[in-house]
Each structure stands twice: as structure tokens, then as C-alpha cells.
């Protein structure tokens, strides 16, 4: 009887370690931040450009601001060995995949590479499905630090299943990689990949355009303002390692300065991994003061950890509230319109309750705080008087309000 008990005991063990996923703690404890290929470069990626964008990401700045990760996206590999083991395509790798991430180490950043849970990735290119503990073996090995998997040809996979499968073999490889599921929301990921892996795309790909859908018959994309609309109700479940993934930026990729501001300041507030998907070495100085300002930067940042929360639409204009680690909050207006919108604030009457943070954004009392404008980069005033201020077209007003210290008598 006591045999036979210790046996059950044994088989529900076995059973549920392996129900539980064991992903690398400790990673993206802020949303990640870097450059992935697909949205400028689609399929055309090679070992030149990779090293040059880790070139560029260090003499611009960027890295000095936060941007670590260089992904290469799809279409790096091109077939297996007579073991299995996944190749890079020569022509483009000449030097190999290893010599790459080196390459990139040696500038201080790190290396990111995706596959695709399916028999082929999306572009067509040898997928991980029935070797994920061999590929996951090989990225730790060529000493990978990021994976994006992706979700095309899975024909009769379990979604939550299949990534499971990838994240307990990158665990078995032994080396911390940031584990970035892209299933474009189609199994809920926020509701079971919490342990699986440290982001998740929340929606289908991002559209070069601001305020668009793409039909590309069988699927379609979507503009910025699409894929923000389509965070609604998916706040709760980012936190510290494990974040809500609008997709990678377009900023640099078009859009008008407004825009780009717009976009970049709304991932900001969405606390999502900022990923640029530029031309790093050819970016105007616009398009390069949007992706580093410091202050926006600092608001995704934040080591709370909570994403921002929409708390009114008036006249096409959205507000929206993040609530900061040292106790002050970003507030944004966004204005989705195609004219300028003029805004008075009445710090008089705004109280807000956030739910998730527990915290009440009041203005009210007698207590005076700090206006600092983040864009313009200095202080606007304080909310003694209402802020009447016009936001430009398809624009934004990122404000961070901070609790003006009492000053002691002595
Ligand atoms: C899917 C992903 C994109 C990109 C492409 C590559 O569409 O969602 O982000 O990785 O595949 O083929």
C-alpha cells in the first residue's frame, strides 16, 4: 500500500513538473528594449547589416540610453544538416552565426535570433517544431541571449503546448535567454505564459501606418492606433518579466514627427518592450530624438512595472495615466483627430482610482505638484491653475507629475 502510494506520489510529481514551465527568471525585469530587422528589412537580413546596425545602435547613442538587444528576424537560415541542426544561409552568414553574436557581444550589447514553433517560420525557412531541444542547444551554444518564436505552420498544435516545449528547452540549454512569444494573441498567452516566457505579442503584425488596416486577403495588419486600441483590457496581466507585446516599432519607417512621437510615447505608457525596426545607420536626427529621449525612455522603464491605463476619451483626445515607481505619474494626451484639440486641465476635479496599483492619482487637495513636459523637456508650471495647452494633429502631451516636496522651517 505505502509502495503504491509513494508511486502516485511519483507519477503526479513527474506530471505536474512537467505541466509547469520553467522559464529563466530574473530576465526583462523592464521591458526589453533593442532592434529587430523584420519591420525595415523583412527576408533581407545578412551578417553585414546585423554588424552594422550594432555598429550604428553604439555610435548614435542608443545603446547609452538603453537599446540592447540586435534581433535578426526571419529568413537567417536555410536548412538542416544531415544531424538536424539548423544552418544559417552562407551567402549571407558567411562567417557564421557564432561569429555574429560575438561580433555583437563585443560592443557590449546582445544577440537575438528567431524560429518558429511550426515545420516551416513565416517566411518559409525550416521551423523548430521536433527540434526545439536541439535548436535551443544550438542558440546556447552560438550564445543567444533573445529568442522570438513565431506561430506559422503549426497545423494541430496546442498553442500554450508548443511553447512550453520551447521554453523548457531553452532552460535545459542552460543559458538565460529572453524567451519573446509572438502567436499574435491567438491563444490568450497572457493568461498562461506569465511562466512560459517574458513577452507576448498581444496582437497580429504591425502595419507601416499610423491609423490603418492592411487586408492581405487571408490576414491583415494593423496600424499603431489599431494595435493600441487592441490593448484594452490586457493591463493586469504585464508585470516585471512578463510583458504585453504591441509588436515592434515602425518609428524611423515614414511617419510624420507627430506620429512617431505619438507611437513612441503610447509604447512608452504601454510599458512595452521597445524594439526599433529601422534603418539604424541612415535615421534622420528627428526619428533619433524620438527613439532616445531619455524622460519617455523612463517612463517604460519604470521599475513598477505597471502599464499605463486609459481613463477618458473626450473629443477624440485620450487621456492616459501611468503610475511611476517614486510615487509621481505620467499622464499623456493623445489626439487621435486630424486637427489640433485644445485642452484645459482642471487639477481641481482630477481623481482617479487605479485598481491595479492600488493608487489614486489626486489633484485635488491642497497638496501642489510639479508639471514637466517630456517632450519639451522642462517644467511647465504646477497645478496651482489649470493647464490649458493645443495638441498638434495625431500628437501627443506627456506630462510627469511629481508631488512638490514641502519645503521644512527651520
Ligand atoms: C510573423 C511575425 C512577424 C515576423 C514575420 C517573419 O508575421 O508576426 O513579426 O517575424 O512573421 O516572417
Known amino acids: 500500500m505505502k509502495k503504491n502510494h509513494n508511486l502516485l506520489l511519483a507519477f503526479i510529481l513527474v506530471l505536474s513538473s512537467s505541466l509547469t514551465a520553467q522559464k529563466f527568471e530574473g530576465l526583462a ?56 541542426f539548423i544552418v544559417a544561409d552562407p551567402e549571407r552568414f558567411p562567417s557564421g552565426i557564432k561569429a555574429l553574436a560575438d561580433y555583437i557581444h563585443s560592443k557590449g550589447l546582445k544577440f537575438g535570433i528567431y524560429s518558429c514553433a511550426g515545420d516551416k517560420t513565416c517566411g518559409g525557412r525550416p521551423g523548430s517544431r521536433g527540434y526545439e531541444y536541439q535548436d535551443a542547444l544550438m542558440y546556447a551554444k552560438w550564445g543567444v541571449d533573445y529568442l522570438k518564436y513565431d506561430w506559422c505552420f503549426t497545423e494541430n498544435l496546442s498553442g500554450k503546448g508548443a511553447y512550453i516545449t520551447m521554453s523548457k528547452a531553452l532552460k535545459q540549454a542552460g543559458r538565460p535567454i529572453v524567451f519573446s512569444l509572438c502567436e499574435w494573441g491567438d491563444n490568450k498567452p497572457w493568461l498562461w505564459a506569465k511562466e512560459v516566457g517574458h513577452l507576448w505579442r498581444t496582437t497580429g503584425d504591425i502595419y507601416n501606418c499610423y491609423d490603418c488596416i492592411e487586408d492581405h486577403g487571408t490576414w491583415k495588419s494593423f496600424g499603431v492606433m489599431q494595435i493600441l486600441d487592441k490593448q484594452d ?36 505608457m504601454l510599458a512595452a518592450p521597445l524594439i526599433s525596426g529601422n534603418d539604424l545607420r541612415s535615421m534622420s536626427q528627428q ?25 477618458a476619451v473626450t473629443d477624440s483626445v485620450e487621456t492616459w495615466l501611468k503610475p511611476l515607481a517614486d510615487g509621481s505619474w ?43 513636459d517630456l517632450w519639451l523637456k522642462k517644467e511647465i508650471g504646477d497645478t496651482r491653475k489649470p493647464l490649458q495647452a493645443t495638441i498638434g494633429v495625431e500628437d501627443v502631451l506627456c506630462l510627469k507629475i511629481t508631488k512638490k516636496p514641502v519645503k521644512s522651517r527651520k
Open 287 to 311: 526619428t533619433l530624438s524620438v527613439l532616445t529621449n531619455r524622460e519617455v525612455i523612463a517612463i517604460n522603464q519604470d521599475t513598477l512595472g505597471i502599464q499605463g491605463l486609459k481613463t
Open 29 to 84: 525585469k523592464t521591458p526589453p528594449m533593442g532592434w529587430n530587422s523584420w519591420n525595415k528589412f523583412a527576408c533581407n537580413v545578412s551578417e553585414k547589416l546585423i554588424k552594422e546596425t550594432a555598429d550604428a545602435m553604439v555610435a548614435t547613442g542608443m545603446q547609452d540610453v538603453g537599446y540592447e538587444y540586435i534581433v535578426i528576424d526571419d529568413c537567417w537560415q536555410i536548412g538542416r544538416d544531415s544531424l538536424g
Open 330 to 372: 505620467a499622464l499623456v494626451y493623445l489626439n487621435r483627430s486630424k486637427s489640433p484639440k485644445s485642452i484645459t486641465v482642471d487639477w481641481k476635479s482630477f481623481k482617479v482610482f487605479d485598481e491595479l496599483s492600488a493608487r489614486t492619482f489626486d489633484t485635488t487637495s491642497k497638496d501642489v505638484f510639479i508639471i514637466r
Open 233 to 268: 483590457g490586457l493591463r493586469q496581466y504585464a508585470g516585471p518579466g512578463h510583458w504585453n507585446d504591441p509588436d515592434m516599432m515602425q518609428v524611423g519607417n515614414g511617419m510624420s514627427f507627430n506620429q512617431e512621437r505619438a507611437h513612441f510615447t503610447m509604447w512608452a
